[in-house]
Every structure is written in structure tokens, then in C-alpha cells.
């Protein structure tokens, strides 16, 4: 069975704070990882990661994955509030399902 | 505007009675999906479909059903047979082309069982 394991589940920070989410995984047929934001309704798009060790970057967010230890992480720089959400990682296995964990919530106080 | 539109936003049913909920896409995606979601959890996918007239069941497929007469449209029927189906029900949708096309999200339906 595959399975998306996510470390904290839950974080508090203060503004300013860097931060790191974990994910790990155990799938078979390992295509790709994404990693979502979910503000109180849909999951938005953040990152697909396919390559090991190539790092994507989108302002103060960046994600890499190691598929050799089957894990990857998602740093936030300089946090803000708006940045409290719940992220969400998912794995993208045989054709087109997506496993996803449980999610880590982030509270950023001012 | 191009998107998926999930309706209603809230739904509040009575136990025992079926209820649909609508999901729509108009970015002519092939790929469209039913997840469930469920307080301090991650997704869970109900069904899933690939292509028009054609759906497979997803982890959690039991007390759900599904249609897929149209490529834009996806409704999913919550049965009575769902022992607990209190939830926030989110549809997405994909080309589905290459491995790396991603799913889309709507805005979800939150159903609550009285």
C-alpha cells in the first residue's frame, strides 16, 4: 500500500521564523511529488519535484526531493501570516491517482 | 473564466437520504477526481476518471457513486450506504497527458449529516 508520511503535523511560528516541512514516502511506480497549500477551502499548486536533488524556488519557498532516502522538504523563509496553512504533499504513483499525507498545519503569529 | 466549479458550497442533509454533488471543469481536461477530506487528515480519493463513460474506484470507494457522461462534468451521489459521510468533498481535474500534468482543485463542497 502506498503511503505519504508528513512531520509536524502541526507548527506554530512567529513572523520572521524559517521553517521546514518533511515528507516521506513509500510507493511503488514513483512518478513525481507535489506539494499544495490548502487556505480554509481548495489546495492550491505549489511545486512538482520529479529530479532528485534539483531545487525548485518560488520567492521564499523552495522544495528538493532525494529519491535515493525517498523524502522531501519545503522551506519557508521569512515567514508571514499569511503563510499559515495547512501544506499538503502528495505522490503522484501509476497513472494518474495522487496519494496524499496528512498534511502539516502552519500558524504564523505576528 | 477558466476553472472547476464545485456546487453547493454547503450542503446539509438528513440521514438516510442520497445527496449529488456538481463538479464542473472548462479547461477541457480529461482527467477528473473525487476526494474526501476529513478534519486533521489529508485527502482521500474516492473515484477517479480518465476519459468520458469510464471511472475506477479510488481508495475509499464504498456507499459512493459516480457518472462521467460529459468530459466537463463529474457529479458524485452520496449514498446512504456511506456510514459517515460528513465531510469536505473536493473534485480536481487533469489533462492527464504526461506524468507530470498536475491536478487542479475546486473550491469544495462542505456536507454536513443531520
Known amino acids: 500500500e502506498d503511503k505519504v508520511v508528513q512531520s509536524p503535523l502541526s507548527l506554530v511560528v512567529h513572523e520572521g521564523d524559517t521553517v521546514t516541512l518533511n515528507c516521506s514516502y513509500e510507493v511503488t511506480n514513483f512518478r513525481s511529488l507535489l506539494w499544495y497549500k490548502q487556505e480554509k477551502k481548495a489546495p492550491t499548486f505549489l511545486f512538482m519535484l520529479?529530479?532528485?536533488?534539483i531545487e525548485k524556488k518560488s520567492g521564499r519557498l523552495s522544495s528538493i526531493l532525494d529519491k535515493k532516502e525517498l523524502f522531501s522538504i519545503l522551506n519557508i523563509t521569512a515567514t508571514q501570516t499569511g503563510d499559515s496553512a495547512v501544506y499538503l504533499c502528495a505522490v503522484r504513483t501509476s497513472g494518474s491517482r495522487l496519494t496524499f499525507g496528512e498534511g502539516t498545519q502552519l500558524t504564523v503569529n505576528p | 473564466d477558466g476553472g472547476i466549479t464545485q456546487s453547493p458550497k454547503y450542503l446539509f442533509r438528513k440521514e438516510g437520504q442520497n445527496v449529488t454533488l456538481s463538479c464542473e471543469q472548462n479547461l477541457n481536461h480529461d482527467a477528473m477526481y473525487w476526494y474526501r477530506q476529513d478534519p486533521g487528515q489529508g485527502l482521500r480519493l474516492i473515484y477517479y476518471s480518465q476519459i468520458v463513460n469510464d471511472f475506477q474506484k479510488g481508495d475509499i470507494a464504498e456507499g459512493y457513486s459516480v457518472s462521467r457522461e460529459k468530459k466537463e462534468s463529474f457529479p458524485l451521489t452520496v449514498t446512504s450506504a456511506q456510514k459517515n459521510p460528513t465531510a469536505f468533498y473536493l473534485c480536481?481535474?487533469?489533462?492527464?497527458?504526461?506524468?507530470?500534468?498536475?491536478?487542479?482543485f475546486g473550491p469544495g463542497t462542505r456536507l454536513t449529516v443531520l
Open positions: 480536481a481535474s487533469s489533462l492527464d497527458r504526461a506524468s507530470t500534468d498536475t491536478q487542479y
Open positions: 520529479t529530479s532528485s536533488g
